[in-house]
């Protein structure tokens, strides 16, 4: 926990200067990585190479080594270690690469004409610069680098032996803590914000536990982040110590600040240094702990009974044992999700296997046993599919999930997600007790499946804890950084959002979406099959052939293997007058094709019965409305007496057909209007006309004179002049002069001419 600023920046990318004063509003721009200042409990001593010409050194030199400044800067190295020990140290650097498994370079340095013990550890950093951190050897000496294994063995072989990654944590922070002596350790978790959470602590039986707690991801800032990452360990020995600054204060081979990532000495933010000392803590020290080379999360040492300096050696073991934990936890981790994936696999499976029975509808499949639920967890699931709509568990009310539905179907992704709704659709009013996140599967045609997640807050209450209270009390209302307030925060963060999607549950959605995609496409192709069969057993073999009559009719599927709902039908009756019917039934697909051969059935019966047109149309229409009540259709009834050319007809809000007379343009039958099929109590008109010798009546659907982004009346215009050009017009070229290549709906053209 740091005060907040991006990472590994120059002046140039919006940082504060090197010196400005850090507080709460700058602390996001502090250059954390060139403070141009130390730890005192070493002197940082920064040399040329390969000359070893000391070029900067810390201004405590002759305080803990008793050399002026000025006596060493300019000078080759061993002007402040001694010939013998420089050359120690030359030969240490000597080696190409990293020179960390040499460190620590054991010294024994002449200071005021006693012989002390220091370790000096080595960096080197591009442009020929080697730092040489020399840190007095307090305390025994018991691990060197080579060695170090030997110290953590008995940890290593319990974090092999762990199974979860709650073992991994707990045996990190008791083996960490036993190593290096602090009061309390810590083991941080990071989310995929950075959001932390201690999920393991080992520490003196007599402080308050900080086990469980979340912070937010400003304690960890990006500019620290980056630090963590490359130094994989940082030590602040004495929280109230005095910065030391580097003399001269810039590198003067470049005239820049010294990078002082990768060196223990380095001193840290102001900002930091407020939060312990405000939590009490004496000396602080972080282990990183890498997964891929990014932060996983923190080893967080503290100590609270006064300064705390771990020999370098014991340093180097917990360092060690960080290094192992990182390498367990992802090999734990990645077991861990392989169990999830092949448990949410054997879910897949199941469900899979159930949508495979073509006679149970999806829903019921996907909402059986195991559930949707089961593949990815949730509080609540809506399933839209296939004309059925079902819930499990609690989701939110119908208006918000439309409200989901339409977002996701908006956002044009496979899949859509959120972990808080609240802030994806802010002016949405959605409970976030009911629902703070969605997972939305997009499917075909507006269908979808919908995952729920309520707010997820864990409670943890300060005040209820005697010893937290008591830190809250101490703390008072001037206090600005510590846990407590960073809990708040973090309360603030979070609150209105729902446990985020993880990638295992996300990947099996995007499974189980593939797979549905798939089904709904087999079984519509099945349905269309079905409807297809249905409306070609509908439309008439053959039509009557009359002696002094010209009947023709045409019938042409829509575009795009669609279903519609035309349909037509011509019989004579017993008394030899000529039955002629065109009808259209709202919608596509296999319920439109059985609404439309129920209603062509019933109303052939009522015409063969004797029915006039007008009463037929009436009783159809009754039996719609109690049998088919979700149907919606037009028809035209016309009855022919072919001796006399008389029609009567009815037309239930169909177009009107046309007689042809040899004119420029066709004029519309004479037949008054009527309400459509599948309105109550509609009442239906009949109408009586003549066809002249000479004359032809032509009956249509809408799928003839209807063109995407044209009002109908063009195209009934158009058909009208295209009828008057027409000297003898027949059914199959009406259609292929005016409506062929543009079949985006089904298209039925009837002729009755009387030569």
């Known amino acids: 926990m740091t005060g907040p600023g991006p990472a590994g920046l120059d002046a140039s990318d919006g940082l504060v200067a090197v010196g400005t004063p850090i507080d709460l509003d700058n602390c996001a721009r502090e250059p954390i990585h060139i403070p141009g200042s130390v730890q005192p409990r070493g002197v940082l001593v920064v040399v040329r190479e390969p000359e070893f010409e000391v070029r900067q050194v810390s201004a405590n030199v002759e305080e803990l080594l008793g050399h002026p400044v000025e006596s060493v800067l300019g000078r080759h190295l061993s002007a402040l270690m001694g010939a013998s020990q420089a050359a120690r140290v030359q030969q240490a650097a000597s ?232 390498l367990r936890l992802v090999d734990q981790y990645e077991d861990d999700q392989l169990h999830r994936r092949l448990d949410a696999q054997a879910v897949l499976v199941k469900l899979t296997a159930a949508t495979m029975n073509d006679g149970k509808p999806l829903v019921s499949a996907l909402l059986g046993a195991p559930d949707l ?67 939305v599967l997009n499917l075909p045609d507006g269908q979808f499946a919908a995952w729920f997640r309520r707010e997820s807050l864990r409670s943890v209450d300060w005040g209820g804890d005697p010893h937290n209270k008591a830190i809250a009390v101490s703390e008072g209302g001037e206090v600005r950084l510590s846990p407590r307030k960073s809990f708040e925060r973090w309360q603030e963060i979070v609150r209105d959002r729902g446990e985020p999607w993880t990638p295992t549950e996300i990947e099996s959605a995007d499974m189980l979406r593939r797979h549905l995609v798939e089904t709904l496409y087999h079984r519509t192709r099945g349905a269309l099959r079905v409807a297809e069969l249905v409306q070609r057993s509908l439309i008439p073999d053959s039509i009557p052939d009359l002696e002094s009559w010209e009947l023709t009719a045409h019938y042409e599927p829509a575009a795009g293997e669609r279903v519609g709902g035309d349909w037509y039908d011509a019989f004579e009756l017993r008394d030899g007058r000529l039955i002629v019917v065109v009808g259209d039934v709202a919608g596509h697909g296999v319920t439109v094709a059985g609404t439309m051969a129920q209603l062509r059935n019933a109303l052939r019966a009522q015409l063969f019965a004797g029915a006039a047109p ?142």
């Open 95 to 326: 080696i190409v690469g990293d020179l960390h498994r040499r460190n620590p370079v054991e010294c024994v340095l002449d200071v005021r004409g006693k012989s002390l013990e220091f370790d000096a550890i080595l960096h080197r950093e591009p442009g020929g610069v080697l730092l040489v951190e020399l840190e007095v050897a307090f305390g025994a000496r018991p691990y060197s680098f080579p060695n170090t294994y030997q110290a953590v063995r008995s940890s290593v072989e319990a974090l092999n032996r762990a199974t979860t990654m709650a073992d991994l944590y707990d045996t990190a922070a008791r083996s960490v803590r036993e190593l290096t002596g602090f009061d309390r350790v810590m083991v941080y978790r990071y989310d995929e914000e950075y959001n932390g959470e201690v999920v393991a602590e080992a520490k003196r039986d007599d402080l308050n536990s900080f086990l469980g707690l979340h912070y937010p991801s400003t304690d960890i800032p990006a500019q620290a982040r980056a630090l963590y990452e490359k130094n994989w360990l940082r030590l602040i020995s004495d929280v109230d110590y005095a910065p030391v600054p580097l003399v001269p204060a810039v590198d003067p081979a470049v005239g820049k600040p010294l990078d002082l990532t990768h060196a223990t000495l380095r001193s840290v933010s102001p900002i930091h240094i407020e939060y312990l000392q405000n939590m009490g803590v004496h000396a602080s020290m972080s282990i990183s702990l890498l997964r891929h080379g990014r932060l996983w999360g923190l080893i967080a040492c503290h100590h609270y009974a006064g300064p705390h300096l771990p020999p370098f050696g014991n340093r180097a073991a917990a360092e060690f044992l960080g290094s192992t934990l990182s």
């Open 373 to 439: 639920l089961d593949l990815v967890p949730a509080d609540g699931v809506v399933v839209d599919i296939g004309g059925h709509h079902r819930t499990r568990g609690s989701v939110p009310s119908p208006e918000v999930v439309a409200a989901v539905a339409a977002w996701a179907r908006a956002a044009e992704d496979e899949i859509a997600r959120s972990d808080s709704l609240s802030r994806t659709l802010p002016d949405l009013d959605v409970d976030p007790a009911l629902a703070a996140g969605a997972l």
């Open 614 to 755: 007008a009463e037929a149309v009436r009783q159809l229409n009754d039996f719609c409305v109690h049998l088919l009540r979700s149907a919606f259709a037009t028809v035209l009834v016309a009855r022919v007496d072919l001796d006399s050319g008389l029609v009567e007809a009815t037309s239930a809000g169909h177009l009107m057909p046309y007689l042809t007379e040899g004119s420029a343009t066709a004029v519309a039958a004479p037949i008054r209007l009527s309400p459509p099929i599948g309105l109550s109590s509609a009442r239906y008109t009949q109408s009586t006309f003549t066809i002249e010798p000479g004359q032809c009546l032509v009956l249509y659907s809408d799928g003839l004179v209807e063109r995407r982004g044209e009002v109908i009346d063009d195209g009934m215009d158009r058909l009208a002049r295209g009828l008057g050009e027409c000297a003898e017009p027949a059914a199959y070229p009406i259609w292929a002069a005016l409506a062929s290549g543009h079949t985006e709906d089904d298209v039925t053209v009837v002729t009755l001419r009387r030569p």
